[in-house]
């Protein structure tokens, strides 16, 4: 029984990384948006803040009821890549030998996993976390239109609407700086996270 347990656990991990890749924006956007602003009533369908906004500590609270569901949709559409990510690389250094060698100073696997195996493996999450920072912060052009959040996603779709060319040049060369900026500081970050980059 438990050694089907150790078996089912990695597929049902890379069935739903695969589930969650594939999923476009647009479907989890709405399907939270139906869930838990329609059905259930738990949370604002959108804008950044009610109308006319509360005071104080009310106000701080409803601009996170009003993020909730927009931040939850790029968690759950972008958790998929990393797991399937993280899985691939973790793969890739299990049978290195410097593991082998931890294993055979008494380490147990857990130690080994923590200590030397994810160390190594999160070099390409790294890389894909700070790159998504880049493009969330250039605008979620997707998301920002379903839940009417209003950033640089949706100043870019309703300037495509209007035609509007000298917003659309500008929001697209500050994506493009953000991006470039991220991956800038991927790439100053490794010698932090894996020593024998900072070495070379």
């Known amino acids: 029984m438990s050694l089907r347990k150790y078996l089912l656990l990695p597929v049902l991990i890379m069935v739903l990384g695969i589930v969650y890749w594939i999923v476009s924006y647009e479907w989890i956007g709405s399907v939270l948006l139906v869930v838990f602003g329609v059905w259930l009533g738990l949370f604002p369908l959108g804008g950044y ?7 104080g500590a009310a106000y701080v609270a409803d601009v996170i009821t009003h993020a909730f569901l927009p931040v939850l949709t790029l968690a759950l559409a972008y958790i998929g890549e990393y797991v399937l990510i993280m899985r691939s690389s973790m793969v890739e250094v299990t049978h290195e030998d410097y593991l ?4 055979a100073k008494g380490l147990t696997d857990r130690d080994v996993r923590r200590s030397h195996a994810v160390p190594n493996a999160l070099l390409p999450i790294v890389t894909l976390i700070f790159y998504s920072f880049g493009f969330v912060l250039g605008g979620a052009v997707v998301i920002e239109s379903i839940f009417n959040w209003p950033g640089l996603g949706l100043l870019t ?3 495509i609407d209007n035609q509007d060319f000298p917003v659309i040049q500008g929001v697209f060369l500050l994506s493009s700086f953000l ?9 100053l970050s490794y010698g932090y996270i894996d020593p024998r980059v900072h070495d070379r």
Not at 49 to 55: T, V
Not at 100 to 103: C, Q
Not at 181 to 186: D, R, Y
């Open 157 to 159: 779709f309703q300037a």
């Open 49 to 55: 803040s009610s109308s006319p906004p509360p005071e």
């Open 179 to 187: 991006v470039i900026a991220f991956n800038l500081a991927a790439d």
């Open 100 to 103: 082998t060698t931890a294993r």
